[in-house]
């Protein structure tokens, strides 16, 4: 009984640390997408290219740092920074691919940009949050890092 307890408390806790870092990500992400394409006006792709890059950096080095870290001691964990950031490269590359489509397919029906990639933006984010915690940050899964 008292591991479930434990182990809900550190859920809730790692849950509202990636909504705190999922709120800065997304600020950083937002603002630079809305910065080049409608400030400094880049093509749609080239920004939300960048603007998408910048955001998942932002989002790997909190949730790795602060977020998914409640056994940070453990020495696997440490060393598990290629594992971690291979896996967080792959799922980067499949959601770019797929926020550039959805914000691109929204804009040939008439969705203006600045709302297709919010759609976008909260479309990844929710398989994000399991992916993390139970495949990329997962304290079990470092311990076959790539080190």
Not at 2 to 16: F, T
Not at 71 to 88: A, E, M, T
Not at 112 to 118: A, Q, S, T, V
Request: glycine content about 6%; proline content about 1%.
């Amino acid at each position: 009984f008292r591991s479930k307890v434990i182990n809900k408390i550190k859920l809730n806790k790692s849950l509202k640390r990636f909504l705190f870092v999922g709120i800065c990500a997304f600020s950083v992400e937002y603002g630079t997408f809305y910065f080049l394409y409608y400030g400094i006006h880049q093509k749609l792709i080239l920004a939300n290219s960048i603007s998408f890059i910048l955001g998942l950096l932002t989002s790997f080095i909190f949730n790795r740092i602060w977020t998914f870290t409640l056994n940070k001691g453990n020495k696997s964990y440490r060393k598990g920074i290629k594992h971690q950031f291979s896996y967080y490269t792959i799922l980067a590359i499949v959601n770019l691919i797929l926020t550039n489509l959805i914000v691109e397919g929204l804009t040939l029906i008439s969705i203006n940009p600045r709302f297709g990639k919010l759609i976008a933006m909260v479309t990844t984010s929710l398989w994000n949050y399991a992916i993390f915690k139970y495949v990329i940050f997962n304290h079990n899964n470092t311990e076959t890092s790539l080190d």
